[in-house]
């Protein structure tokens, strides 16, 4: 891959209004929007302003997702939650000193059944009216905020055992990662600009998906590399599970059309 990226070729969008739609339109947001209407009086969150567990699976529920002990709808529900926080379609409250699981002078020692964590509340925010009442821009401002939230999460460390990168203080370790936040970041939007530069170039497939190893190699494979060695072909192999996983974040935000890998591979 050549150092210098070329200049991106233009591309006509479509009107604001019908951008803005899509955007409405795209699974994450719908979820966040929903979610967001959603919340009340009884809604639960912990200090990061996550929904508690007990609540995750309600959430789901109320998207439609399926919670059982084996299904994916409370992680869905908990993605599409924290971006209803982040982009203020949903305001948190602090948990309130005489609320169910303040913390109580009379409580248990720590560790004990009696010692609950502290929960708050959360209520529809100011944002939301933007949905129905907003102009376009206000509409794919959101969008844009929630495609924030989806590509911080896609250039974040993969962390396998929690347990290997916690430090002495409590704390994660974030040098025990060897992750470099702003080279992931770069990464992630090197491949996007190949990816819209393969799909819009003459030679590109056209309507056609762009497949992953393609992709992942146009990240690797150097410009004037004849045969690829072992090595680079390994590293092709890398960035597609890479890619496999950032791609399955980015999707449901209507950022990419994906089709993952087949995990029985």
């Known amino acids: 891959m050549p150092e210098d990226r070329p200049t991106l070729p233009p591309v006509l969008l479509p009107p604001e209004a019908e951008l803005a739609r899509a955007a409405l339109a795209a699974p994450l947001l719908a979820r966040a929007v929903r979610l ?8 639960r969150v912990g200090a990061g302003g996550e929904l508690v567990t007990e609540q995750l699976g309600d959430a789901a529920r109320e998207l439609g997702l399926p919670d059982g002990p084996d299904d994916d709808g409370p ?3 908990g993605e599409a939650w924290r971006v209803a926080v982040d982009t203020g379609l949903v305001e948190v409250e602090d948990p ?10 009379e409580a248990g020692p720590a560790g004990s059944d009696d010692d609950a964590e502290a929960v708050g ?3 529809a925010g100011a944002n939301l009216a933007l949905v129905t009442k907003g102009s376009p821009q206000d509409v794919l401002g959101l969008w844009l905020d929630a495609l924030d939230v989806v590509l911080a999460d896609a250039a974040a460390p993969v962390i396998d055992d929690l347990h290997d990168v916690i430090g002495e203080d409590g704390e994660i370790d974030f040098d025990a990662l060897d992750w470099d936040p702003e080279a992931e ?13 393969l799909t819009v170039s003459e030679a590109g497939p056209a309507d056609q998906p762009v497949p992953l190893p393609v992709l992942a190699a146009s990240m690797v494979v150097p410009d004037d590399m004849g045969e690829p060695t072992d090595d680079v072909l390994e590293q ?11 791609f399955r974040l980015l999707e449901p935000v209507g950022l990419v059309d994906y089709q993952p890998v087949d995990e029985a591979l």
């Open 36 to 43: 967001a209407r959603w919340a009340g009086p009884d809604t």
């Open 75 to 77: 992680a869905y529900a």
């Open 96 to 105: 309130q000193e005489d609320a169910p699981g303040a913390p109580d002078d």
């Open 121 to 123: 509340g959360a209520v």
């Open 185 to 197: 970041a770069e990464f992630l939007e090197g491949v996007l600009a190949n990816l819209y530069l």
């Open 236 to 246: 092709v192999s890398e960035a597609m599970m890479r890619l496999d996983d950032q």
